[in-house]
């Protein structure tokens, strides 16, 4: 299947600096990529879609200037979470989009960055 | 409502024991579903998806949809150990082909030995 690669897999950083996320399909062009937040024990919530060469587009709730992304290349898509804070800590996943057929298309996840913000 | 609802567990089998795991949706235009399986720790991974009615069968695992009730399930036929993970139901939503996925809550799965 396709490979998705997502750096870093750990970081750990003060309150109030800024941290930046990669999501790169390796073997792919992926217009689209997805940004996903999972809390302890929670399900996977749909952050943003990242669309190649325009603005992303954010879920109902999530800040826009607090989860920068970056979707500048077909295959390499940036979120960079700014001022973090501790309750910005949580595992961060991202996903390209495979179309599979006319109407359906297959998700392939990045390995996750846990991201703790002390 | 939630758009994808899971019953989140523990689900507990015995090994060798069939797990069945269930998903409800709410969007009646959705046409494809999907099963991930997510270890602790680490990010989801693809096990089957499924776009008719009916049955779809792969190894051990098969997926049944039933679009008039708006259920899918996942089978787990000869749990094993090594099968105990969290199991995500995922939907996309009937608004264009977007390629947004809306998951439910996962259920968690422990094969007992």
């Known amino acids: 299947g396709a490979v998705v690669s997502q750096h870093p897999s750990r970081v750990i950083c003060k309150s109030g600096t800024s941290v930046k996320i990669e999501c790169r399909s390796l073997d792919f062009q992926a217009t689209t990529m997805f940004w996903y937040r999972q809390f302890p024990k929670k399900s996977l919530m749909l952050m943003a879609t990242s669309n190649e060469g325009s603005k992303a587009t954010y879920e109902q709730g999530v800040e826009k200037d607090k989860f920068l992304i970056n979707h500048a290349s077909l295959t390499l898509s940036t979120l960079t979470v700014t001022s973090a804070h501790p309750e910005d800590s949580s595992f961060y996943i991202c996903?390209?989009?495979?179309?599979?057929?006319?109407?359906?298309?297959?998700?392939?996840f990045g390995q996750g960055t846990r991201l703790t913000v002390v | 409502q939630k758009e994808v609802e899971q019953n989140s567990g523990p689900l507990s089998v015995p090994e060798g024991a069939i797990a069945s795991l269930n998903c409800t949706y709410s969007?009646?235009?959705?046409?494809?579903f999907f099963w991930y399986r997510q270890y602790s720790g680490k990010s989801p991974e693809l096990i089957m998806f499924i776009y008719s009615n009916g049955d779809k069968e792969d190894g051990r695992f098969t997926a049944q949809l039933n679009k008039a009730s708006q259920y899918v399930s996942l089978l787990i036929r000869d749990s094993q150990p090594s099968d105990s993970a969290t199991y995500l139901c995922?939907?996309?939503?009937?608004?264009?082909?977007?390629?947004?996925?809306?998951f439910g809550q996962g259920t968690t799965l422990q094969v007992k030995p």
């Open positions: 969007d009646r235009g959705s046409q494809s």
């Open positions: 996903s390209a989009r495979v179309v599979v057929g006319q109407l359906n298309t297959e998700a392939f």
């Open positions: 995922a939907v996309p939503p009937w608004a264009g082909n977007t390629g947004k996925l809306i």
